[in-house]
């Protein structure tokens, strides 16, 4: 199965920051990854698709990036609706793989 | 529009079976695969497997080979996650997600409420 490691596991911003979160394969994928947003009692939500492509209605501050082994999911302006757990998740391959996720807190 | 409902929560023994339920709505069932997934306390987000509804596909993650089954019922839109032998590691909320397409790129769009399974003696 395909390993996706994810980094930070977590990072404390502040509203307005710039956030960057990665996702690296175990081997290639080429453009195949997602990210997602998950928020406590909720649903997973889409937000990038085929690494760069914004999904209808998500705000433009969120872009992704990437191709092959490496992926960036970056937030350009954190808001205060943005604290929340972040994953990517390779779509190249059954059986599909999350990363670990990433924590986004208030610092 | 696109819906899925899923099943009560749960609470099992060790050892026994779940079987979760989760009825489409909104679309013609059997052209989208449907995946679960699946969040214990404490963990990130792990994909279990998918099933096709128009047909007899089905892949699982290794984790869960031989205690999982996913199936369909096209007749009422429902797919349905089995899992069996279960442990307290089994304590989770679980996840069915549609399964989208769109110019080679897929991604999973629209998902269920969610299931609470509790595993406890």
């Known amino acids: 199965a395909i390993q996706m490691t994810q980094s930070p596991s977590s990072l404390s911003a502040s509203v307005g920051d710039r956030v960057t979160i990665t996702c690296r394969a175990s081997?290639?994928?080429?453009?195949?990854l997602g990210w997602y947003q998950h928020k406590p009692g909720k649903a997973p939500k889409l937000l990038i698709y085929?690494?760069?492509s914004l999904q209808s209605g998500v705000p433009s501050r969120f872009s992704g990036s990437g191709s092959g082994t490496d992926f960036t999911l970056t937030i350009s302006s954190l808001q205060p609706e943005d604290f929340a757990t972040y994953y990517c998740?390779?779509?190249?391959?059954?059986?599909?793989?999350f990363g670990l996720g990433t924590k986004v807190e208030i610092k | 529009q696109v819906q899925l409902v899923q099943s009560g929560a749960e609470v099992k023994k060790p050892g026994a079976s779940v079987k979760v339920s989760c009825k489409a709505s909104?679309?013609?069932?059997?052209?989208?695969?449907i995946h679960w997934v699946r969040q214990a306390p404490g963990h990130g987000l792990e994909w279990m497997g998918v099933?096709?509804?128009?047909?007899?596909?089905?892949s699982y993650a290794q984790k869960f080979q031989g205690r999982v089954a996913m199936t369909k019922d096209t007749s009422t839109s429902t797919a349905y996650m089995e899992l069996s032998s279960l442990t307290s590691e089994d304590t989770a909320v679980y996840y069915c997600?549609?399964?989208?397409?769109?110019?080679?790129?897929?991604?999973?769009?629209?998902w269920g409420q969610g299931t609470l399974v509790t595993v406890s003696s």
């Open positions: 998740l390779q779509d190249y391959s059954y059986p599909w793989t």
């Open positions: 997600a549609r399964r989208e397409v769109v110019d080679t790129m897929a991604y999973l769009q629209y």
């Open positions: 909104g679309y013609t069932f059997t052209s989208y695969y």
């Open positions: 099933v096709y509804p128009s047909g007899s596909f089905t």
């Open positions: 081997q290639g994928i080429r453009s195949d």
């Open positions: 085929g690494a760069s």
